[in-house]
């Protein structure tokens, strides 16, 4: 049956994930506590991550909901913890990693979170996808793809590429714990799924191996007009009859909805 096998926040944009038993919605069907946080160049005022800073994929963070509270811990082993629950911790927690990027950054908090596309919900995939995609090299595990790939919403129990469907014209919806999803868009990927999630290591010929399989592989029920290229992976959702509030858990079951979204 198919059902929500992981539900996953990042709470500090560009770093690592929370697996959530269960997670509340915002507006279009994004995670409460979903890149609630980001750091921010001081010079330029541009969100700093992983993809144009490849050092931060060595920094580890635990991030406490209910206290406020992050841990993090550098390359080199030190660590320290912060309340982000106001402004004295995010400037504590800013000046920590201004001292040891190389880029002048603060760090900077937002309710309704610091994602790519504001009117666009949760990234959606399935533990089967992630196994194809990891079995097509060498060095890749399923955890490691699932943390390159980054989803907030993981579905067990469907083929691979099954989130493809969602997105084109006629596609349907599908549900979630009561909640009513649209596809939006394929997640056309950057340069970070190419990265270690731990040392940013590039593995080589990624690009080129990912767009071969994915050509390859490409199921007979996705449209192939939703997608510019084969550099994508897991779809953007949104949840357009809700205002915020509802909630997912892990085990929910998932249901595809016959009208077109």
Same mark, same amino acid.
């Given at each position: ?45 541009s969100i700093v991550t992983a993809k144009r800073r490849p050092a ?6 635990d991030y406490e909901p209910e206290t406020g509270t992050l841990t993090?811990?550098?390359? #080199? ?14 400037? $504590?927690?800013? =000046? @920590? %990693? &201004? *001292? ?15 994602? #790519? ?5 949760p990234a959606v995939v399935s533990t089967a996808t992630l196994e $194809?995609?990891? =079995? @097509? %090299? &060498? *060095? ?122």
């Amino acid at each position: 049956m198919a059902a929500i096998a992981g539900l996953y926040v990042y709470p500090i944009k560009g770093l690592d994930s929370e697996h959530r038993s269960t997670a509340t919605l915002r507006t279009h069907g994004q995670l409460h506590h979903d890149r609630t946080f980001t750091l921010v160049d001081s010079d330029t005022g541009s969100i700093v991550t992983a993809k144009r800073r490849p050092a931060l994929h060595a920094f580890r963070t635990d991030y406490e909901p209910e206290t406020g509270t992050l841990t993090v811990t550098d390359p #080199d082993g030190q660590r320290a913890s912060f309340s982000l629950g106001d402004d004295e911790g995010l400037s $504590a927690a800013g =000046d @920590w %990693f &201004d *001292s040891r990027l190389a880029v002048s950054v603060s760090m900077r908090s937002d309710p309704t979170g610091f994602v #790519d596309r504001s009117d666009m919900g949760p990234a959606v995939v399935s533990t089967a996808t992630l196994e $194809a995609i990891a =079995d @097509w %090299f &060498d *060095s890749m595990t399923v955890a490691g793809a699932r943390r390159r790939l980054r989803a907030n919403i993981e579905i067990e129990g469907v083929p691979a590429f099954w989130e493809d469907r969602f997105v084109g014209d006629g596609a349907p919806a599908f549900e979630v714990g009561g909640v009513r999803f649209e596809g939006v868009t394929p997640c056309n990927r950057c340069v970070v799924p190419s990265r270690d999630p731990d040392t940013g290591e590039q593995l080589p010929e990624f690009r080129k191996t990912f767009c071969a399989n994915r050509e390859r592989t490409f199921p007979e029920w996705a449209d192939g007009d939703a997608f510019d290229h084969e550099y994508a992976a897991m779809i953007l959702a949104r949840a357009p009859d809700i205002s915020g509030g509802e909630t997912l858990a892990v085990g929910d079951g998932v249901a595809v909805l016959d009208e077109a979204a």
